[in-house]
């Protein structure tokens, strides 16, 4: 079992960034492929980013691509989502997600674990 607790989230302004962070607790945090996904009100769940368990390989959603920058430091346990110039569609509920498969299929959004997510808001 791991445990995802994200954090980070809130009210922001276009054009500000921020930081999420994606906290793992239980089993090993090395081995697993981690990642982002994003859901607002009334769409669905999608892809925002993700990283091979040893930092090498980085995949982005187009909609966030140059915008952002997905890192891990398994010392810590930790992943992280740092985003600059937010805009008003990255408004959601951000979740991480572990996975023992490879970055093309957690990619795809087949993950093992989901943390409870944390809310971002972009607004004026």
């Known amino acids: 079992q791991v445990w995802l607790v994200e954090s980070g989230g809130g009210l922001v302004q276009p054009g500000g960034s921020l930081r999420l962070s994606c906290a793992a607790s239980?089993?090993?945090?090395?081995?697993?492929?981690m990642g982002w996904f994003r859901q607002a009100p009334g769409k669905e769940r999608e892809f925002v980013a993700v990283i091979s368990w040893n930092g090498a390989t980085t995949v982005y959603a187009d909609s966030v691509k140059g915008r952002a920058t997905i890192s891990r430091d398994n010392a810590k346990n930790t992943v992280y989502l740092q985003m600059y110039i937010l805009e008003l569609e990255d408004t959601a509920a951000y979740y991480c997600?572990?996975?023992?498969?490879?970055?093309?299929?957690?990619?795809?959004?087949?993950?093992?674990?989901w943390g409870q997510g944390t809310q971002v808001t972009v607004s004026s």
């Open positions: 997600a572990a996975a023992r498969g490879g970055v093309a299929s957690l990619r795809s959004g087949v993950a093992d674990y």
């Open positions: 239980g089993r090993t945090f090395e081995p697993y492929t």
